[in-house]
């Protein structure tokens, strides 16, 4: 005999059946059409199964319907009140899109950017405002991709389960098998941080998802360690906390650059502008942006162009102009010299 219905899936299947009906479904065709109901060994198994699945649906919200025959009125029928079943019309304001886009851009990983779009052209179709997205142009943040790792270590985070990867250090180079108690992934200075402990080492540590190298895998069984507690999970995210904050001098041509402008502070009073500065700021606006790390702002900046000069400091300069550099010599080679912060032009 095959294997009994699952009672989930026969409430599925009743859901699916008493929504798509045409008019109404009698008792006598729910037990011969809808899958799972075949299983009640008698007449009273039935009855009970149906109506104990009737209330289970009621209780979950979905308005079932008791319809009677007009001229019959032992012949009784269900189906589902499309009208309160069926979501109202979504109806996004172009703002509203916006933030959906902004959230969106987010997700940057392969795995995870097929669904955000889809979902967001479906918004979009049914919205007032098709390319409500400009609104938050340039605004969106920035995050790598995590790679195969990404979804893996989501599953074994939601699941408690210890992982198995082989991972190469920032600091010393040194490529071993580690393996961890996942507690947390955070999206830190442009990529996806992993937050555990280190079983070989008793501690608490974090990984770049970019530096992990192959396959992760799962070790032992789901739920096999407890929750860190708050004072591990800040020590485990203690190295990438937000930063010193700084503040860029930036010469903007008029009109261009809004999401640079957007984040603008007042100038301070007395510049710390470099010489040439005037010539440059001669057809430009001098806009002070404070920023935690100079390679998030040159990736910011560089995708200006020379829109965006940048004036002070040196090493966001200097950042900026490698970009633009190695992105002008992506189809020759050898690579360009480095670049020196004595250059302001082209930033």
């Known amino acids: 005999m095959p294997p009994a ?12 059946a008493l929504v798509n009906t045409p008019g109404r479904m009698t008792k006598e065709q729910v037990r011969s059409s809808v899958a799972g109901y075949q299983d009640a060994p008698s007449d009273d198994a039935f009855e009970r199964m149906f109506e104990r699945d009737k209330d289970t649906l009621r209780d979950l ?6 319809v009677t025959h007009a001229g019959h009125g032992d012949d009784v029928g269900y189906r589902v009140d499309l009208e309160r079943y069926a979501l109202p019309p979504i109806d996004l304001t172009a703002a509203e899109l916006g933030v959906l886009a902004l959230a969106a851009q987010l997700w940057q990983d392969q795995s995870l950017r097929a669904d955000t779009t889809r979902a967001l052209t479906k918004l979009r179709a049914v919205g007032q405002a098709p390319q409500s997205d400009d609104l938050v142009a340039g605004l969106a943040p920035r995050v790598r991709a995590g790679g195969t790792a990404f979804g893996p270590l989501v599953d074994a985070v ?13 600091s010393t180079g040194q490529v071993r098998d580690r393996v961890v108690e996942p507690w947390k992934l955070l999206a830190r200075r442009g990529g996806w941080v992993l937050l555990g402990r280190d079983r070989d080492r008793d501690a608490a540590r974090s990984y770049r998802l970019t530096r992990i190298r192959g396959p992760v895998r799962t070790v032992g069984d789901p739920g096999s360690f407890a929750p860190p507690a708050p004072e591990d999970l800040d020590a485990a995210a203690h190295a990438w906390g937000g930063g010193a904050e700084n503040l860029a001098l930036l010469a903007v041509t008029p009109g261009r650059a809004g999401a640079v402008r957007a984040r603008a502070v007042p100038t301070p009073a007395d510049p710390d502008l470099p010489p040439g500065a005037t010539t440059v700021l001669a057809d430009r606006d001098l806009v002070a942006v404070p920023y935690r790390h100079a390679w998030e702002l040159a990736e910011h900046v560089a995708g200006y162009g020379d829109a965006v000069v940048v004036l002070h400091p040196t090493d966001v300069r200097d950042a900026v102009l490698d970009l633009l550099h190695g992105a002008a010599d992506l189809d020759t080679r050898p690579a360009r010299r480095p670049t020196t912060s004595t250059e302001v032009r082209g930033a």
Do not use: H, K, S
């Not at 219905?5 to 699916?16: D, F, G, H, T």
């Not at 939601?158 to 920032?170: G, K």
């Open 61 to 66: 919200g979905i308005p079932v319907l008791t």
């Open 158 to 170: 939601q699941a408690r389960q210890a992982v198995r990867f082989t991972y190469a250090a920032a």
């Open 5 to 16: 219905i699952p009672p989930a899936e026969r409430l599925l299947n009743l859901v699916i």
